[in-house]
């Protein structure tokens, strides 16, 4: 005889799955690699240098 299971554990665990795998599918889609990330970062810091180097005394 085996043991009984519980259901709203195993519902719970299915969907934990289903959102997990969602969220690898998604990471590979929509992810960026550090090397991206850096060169984002690099621009919006030369951006923000020039921008204050333009700026006026008042």
Do not use: C, H, W, Y
């Not at 195993?10 to 850096?38: I, L, Y």
């Amino acid at each position: 005889m085996t043991a009984p299971i519980n259901m709203n554990k195993a519902k719970k665990e299915r969907n934990r799955a289903s959102r997990r795998a969602r969220a690898d599918e998604n990471a590979v889609s929509f992810g960026q690699t550090k090397s991206q990330k850096e060169l984002l970062k690099a621009k919006a810091a030369q951006i923000a240098k020039n921008l204050e180097a333009k700026k006026r005394e008042t």
